[in-house]
């Protein structure tokens, strides 16, 4: 059973750094790409970034990159987002979640983690 658990998320302060870790259980990288996406109250749920399953490419949202980066960790069965020079507007929940393919639309993701809350705020 594909299983993933989030965690990580807090409270910070613009400009700071945070990684927020995903760990999943019942598949391999090689069959699934992971995915974080956040959603916030004023905001729509959107993709962050993804990592792929084939050859762990990578890909972002503009409004993260040169900020954000993704990353697994296939011993630790754990993919990363690390999130540097955060602002305020990065307040969300954020999820990871799997795909068969590397994508950043919503839909083709059928597993996501239960959530972990950043709040950015001075």
């Known amino acids: 059973q594909v299983h993933l658990v989030d965690s990580g998320g807090g409270l910070l302060q613009p400009v700071g750094s945070l990684r927020l870790s995903c760990v999943v259980s019942?598949?391999?990288?090689?069959?699934?790409?992971i995915g974080w996406f956040r959603h916030s109250p004023w905001k729509e749920r959107e993709g962050v970034s993804c990592?792929?399953?084939?050859?762990?490419?990578?890909f972002y949202a503009d409004s993260v990159k040169g900020r954000f980066t993704i990353s697994r960790d296939t011993a630790k069965n754990t993919v990363y987002l690390q999130m540097n020079s955060l602002k305020p507007e990065d307040t969300a929940v954020y999820y990871c979640?799997?795909?068969?393919?590397?994508?950043?639309?919503?839909?083709?993701?059928?597993?996501w983690g239960q959530g972990t809350k950043v709040t950015v705020s001075s």
């Open positions: 019942g598949f391999t990288f090689d069959d699934f790409a």
């Open positions: 990592i792929s399953a084939s050859d762990g490419s990578t």
């Open positions: 979640a799997a795909a068969p393919w590397a994508t950043m639309t919503l839909a083709d993701f059928g597993t």
